[in-house]
């Protein structure tokens, strides 16, 4: 039987500095995502598109879904196949295009995680577990551009 989850959140915009968006100059790209039960995240654009360089934008928060996901994905793959991990870390990178009829989008995101496994008589499944982990990434499963991983495995430490 299929499942089916819905998620809500709500998207404030807080940067209106006093004449609203009557010049594309003059307000700011500040805003609060509000999830129920946590905390709230102040974001902004990018600062390409005159947003808060300190601030996470909509293309961080993207990348690191996908980055998540697969993350999520591989630990309880590996839990159920007997590998056991002790360190996972994900320098994970986007690349987006704008396109001047469209507004841009995104061509690729690669994946590059570093993962220590205990037991090196367990880096076959370990490396295998990635492919199956981004076949079952629900984000990786929604968006139309690629997403490659590069996975480091180490044994030890």
Not at 10 to 36: C, F, K, L, M, P
Request: with cysteine.
């Amino acid at each position: 039987m299929q499942k089916s989850h819905s998620y809500q959140l709500t998207v404030t915009w807080t940067g209106n500095t006093g004449q609203g968006t009557a010049s594309y100059r003059e307000y700011s790209r500040e805003h609060v995502v509000e999830i129920d039960g946590k905390p709230p995240l102040t974001a902004s654009a990018d600062p390409a598109f005159r947003g808060d360089p300190n601030l996470p934008n909509p293309e961080d928060f993207l990348l690191a879904a996908l980055s998540e996901c697969h993350m999520l994905w591989y630990l309880g793959l590996c839990s159920a196949s007997g590998v056991v991990v002790t360190a996972y870390r994900d320098e994970a990178s986007a690349t987006m295009v704008e396109v001047p009829d469209t507004g841009g989008h995104f061509t690729e995101v690669v994946l590059r995680p570093k993962v220590v496994i205990a037991d090196p008589a367990t880096l076959p499944k370990a490396r295998e577990l990635h492919a199956q982990a981004h076949r079952k990434c629900y984000i990786a499963n929604s968006v139309n551009f690629p997403v490659r991983h590069e996975p480091e495995i180490t044994a030890g430490g």
